[in-house]
């Protein structure tokens, strides 16, 4: 199983193609000092779950593509569906326009998500669907006349996008900081992170609720809306929250009259084992963003889901400035919209939801496994949302120094193994397709157990 892909000698093309990409390429979230040092993988196909490179190398697509992809590459129910409307039109604008597969996908996402949710406003990325969110909040309590609330509560360590709204209500330090005179103030109180926490895991989550309550008491007048990341802090690290917070959020929200955001574009369409997170809790919210895995991973698209009362506060004559003044050029692309119908078929189709518990309860036998390891901090799951942190000390849980650079290292070592993941620092990401089948799934989790047996000491030896 290990010496799977034979890495041979670069071939022409791909020296070519490295050399190009060095020249004209800036990779996102990449110290490019880095990159231009390395021996980058071309991607230059797919099969199922396989990513392809330029040199016929086959690797699992491990973390779906930046946790976009559900059913693999190259569907041919997503393809067909997506070439047959290239036949009609690719893209129209809704800037004054219906098209039809926005009508569709709209009527289907409403019917899918938590009740209450009524309207979808589209855009092109989870960014884009949290700035919409924002200025959505924001503006339903301006247009109702509650002038003074400009301000949002966001928990420490979420990621949000990348964009100056969306990084104004990030928790993650290192993306936040050097534009900090460019955000607008929110306040951030403590993700409930058990394992960063030096008490129980119900203090834990009480612990984040008194500060959040701590807050509204206070300001509630001055707070638009909570932003959370249901259930899981994505990029944060896979911080799980623990059971029932999301409810006591809730609570909160609804007893000081603050709206509550619920950013799932990393936990929806499937990866906590039900098609939204905020299910799990029978949590509704009133303002939802999703994005990546809405097209299966095909094409840029994402959608911002309000409730009725909200889009309501935005009638009335031209001369009250009641509109939302915002769209974007690409808005409900037809040929994005008609791949989310084709991937919500086949979630339908394939039984997908349902086959979710069998695939879930395997990846946690292997977690417990894993996190028995030498240097394993813990192994984090919600779902197929895993993540495995690397430590220098497995007692007292201390971190290796960045510049070591182990989670990376570590990953690339399975590279040979025909495994592709990206690490979010020390922390091995490992959230393969939902609809990857259990056969795969334990291929993928034998690699990475092996890796951290066999490799991560040789690794840490050398650094
Ligand atoms: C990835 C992500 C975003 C940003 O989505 P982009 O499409 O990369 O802009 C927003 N929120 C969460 C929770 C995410 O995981």
Same mark, same amino acid.
């Given at each position: 199983m290990r010496a799977q892909n034979k890495m041979t000698k670069t071939n022409q093309l791909t020296k070519k193609l490295i050399e190009l990409d060095k020249k004209c390429i800036w990779?996102?979230?990449?110290?490019?000092?880095?990159?231009?040092?390395?021996?980058?993988?071309?991607?230059?196909?797919?099969?199922?779950?396989?990513?392809?490179?330029?040199?016929?190398?086959?690797?699992?697509?491990?973390?779906?593509?930046?946790?976009?992809?559900?059913?693999?590459?190259?569907?041919? %129910? *997503?393809?067909?569906?997506? +070439?047959?409307?290239? =036949?009609?039109?690719?893209?129209?604008?809704?800037?004054? &326009?219906? @098209?039809?597969?926005?009508?569709?996908?709209?009527?289907?996402?409403?019917?899918?998500?938590?009740?209450?949710?009524?309207?979808?406003?589209?855009?092109?990325?989870?960014?884009?669907?949290?700035?919409?969110?924002?200025?959505?909040?924001?503006?339903?309590?301006?247009?109702?006349?509650?002038?003074?609330?400009?301000?949002?509560?966001?928990?420490?360590?979420?990621?949000?996008?990348?964009?100056?709204?969306?990084?104004?209500?990030?928790?993650?330090?290192?993306?936040?900081?050097?534009?900090?005179?460019?955000?607008?103030?929110?306040?951030?109180?403590?993700?409930?992170?058990?394992?960063?926490?030096?008490?129980?895991?119900?203090?834990?989550?009480?612990?984040?609720?008194? %500060? *959040?309550?701590?807050?509204? +008491?206070?300001?509630? =007048?001055?707070?638009?809306?909570?932003?959370?990341?249901? &259930?899981? @802090?994505?990029?944060?690290?896979?911080?799980?929250?623990?059971?029932?917070?999301?409810?006591?959020?809730?609570?909160?929200?609804?007893?000081?009259?603050?709206?509550?955001?619920?950013?799932?574009?990393?936990?929806?369409?499937?990866?906590?084992?039900?098609?939204f997170a905020c299910e799990n809790e029978t949590v509704n919210p009133d303002i939802m963003c999703l994005g990546k895995a809405i097209t299966a991973g095909y094409l840029p698209l994402a959608a911002t889901l309000t409730t009725g009362q909200i889009f309501d506060a935005f009638l009335g004559p031209i001369s009250e400035y009641k509109t939302f003044y915002h769209g974007h050029t690409y808005t409900g692309n037809a040929l994005a919209c008609t791949a989310a119908l084709a991937s919500l078929e086949l979630f339908e189709q394939n039984r997908l939801i349902e086959s979710l518990p069998a695939k879930i309860e395997l990846m946690k036998q292997y977690f417990a496994k894993i996190a028995e390891l030498p240097f394993v901090g813990e192994a984090r799951q919600c779902g197929l949302m895993g993540a495995i942190e690397i430590v220098k000390d497995k007692s007292s849980k201390e971190s290796f120094s960045p510049e070591q650079k182990i989670g990376s290292k570590l990953c690339s070592s399975m590279r040979p193994a025909g495994v592709m993941l990206r690490p979010l620092g020390d922390c091995v990401v490992v959230m393969p397709p939902v609809a990857i089948k259990p056969d795969l799934l334990e291929k993928l989790l034998n690699i990475i157990l092996h890796s951290i047996e066999n490799d991560l000491p040789k690794i840490i030896r050398d650094v």
């Amino acid at each position: 199983m290990r010496a799977q892909n034979k890495m041979t000698k670069t071939n022409q093309l791909t020296k070519k193609l490295i050399e190009l990409d060095k020249k004209c390429i800036w990779h996102p979230f990449t110290q490019m000092a880095d990159w231009l040092k390395s021996q980058p993988v071309i991607i230059d196909s797919a099969e199922g779950f396989y990513l392809i490179d330029t040199e016929g190398n086959r690797y699992i697509d491990g973390v779906s593509s930046l946790w976009c992809n559900v059913h693999g590459h190259r569907v041919k %129910k *997503i393809d067909d569906a997506i +070439k047959a409307q290239t =036949d009609k039109v690719s893209h129209s604008t809704l800037l004054g &326009l219906g @098209q039809t597969k926005s009508i569709e996908l709209a009527e289907k996402l409403v019917r899918i998500t938590p009740p209450g949710l009524q309207k979808v406003f589209y855009s092109d990325s989870g960014a884009t669907a949290v700035e919409i969110a924002l200025k959505m909040a924001y503006q339903y309590f301006q247009n109702t006349g509650e002038k003074n609330r400009t301000k949002f509560i966001a928990l420490e360590s979420s990621y949000h996008g990348d964009t100056i709204g969306s990084v104004s209500v990030g928790g993650i330090k290192t993306f936040r900081s050097i534009f900090r005179p460019l955000l607008f103030e929110a306040f951030f109180v403590p993700a409930p992170h058990p394992y960063r926490f030096d008490g129980s895991k119900e203090d834990c989550a009480k612990y984040t609720l008194d %500060k *959040i309550e701590g807050i509204l +008491k206070t300001r509630c =007048d001055q707070i638009v809306a909570v932003i959370i990341e249901p &259930l899981v @802090q994505g990029a944060g690290g896979i911080i799980v929250h623990p059971q029932g917070f999301l409810t006591s959020v809730r609570q909160l929200t609804k007893k000081y009259s603050v709206l509550l955001i619920a950013d799932e574009v990393a936990t929806g369409f499937g990866k906590t084992g039900k098609m939204f997170a905020c299910e799990n809790e029978t949590v509704n919210p009133d303002i939802m963003c999703l994005g990546k895995a809405i097209t299966a991973g095909y094409l840029p698209l994402a959608a911002t889901l309000t409730t009725g009362q909200i889009f309501d506060a935005f009638l009335g004559p031209i001369s009250e400035y009641k509109t939302f003044y915002h769209g974007h050029t690409y808005t409900g692309n037809a040929l994005a919209c008609t791949a989310a119908l084709a991937s919500l078929e086949l979630f339908e189709q394939n039984r997908l939801i349902e086959s979710l518990p069998a695939k879930i309860e395997l990846m946690k036998q292997y977690f417990a496994k894993i996190a028995e390891l030498p240097f394993v901090g813990e192994a984090r799951q919600c779902g197929l949302m895993g993540a495995i942190e690397i430590v220098k000390d497995k007692s007292s849980k201390e971190s290796f120094s960045p510049e070591q650079k182990i989670g990376s290292k570590l990953c690339s070592s399975m590279r040979p193994a025909g495994v592709m993941l990206r690490p979010l620092g020390d922390c091995v990401v490992v959230m393969p397709p939902v609809a990857i089948k259990p056969d795969l799934l334990e291929k993928l989790l034998n690699i990475i157990l092996h890796s951290i047996e066999n490799d991560l000491p040789k690794i840490i030896r050398d650094v």
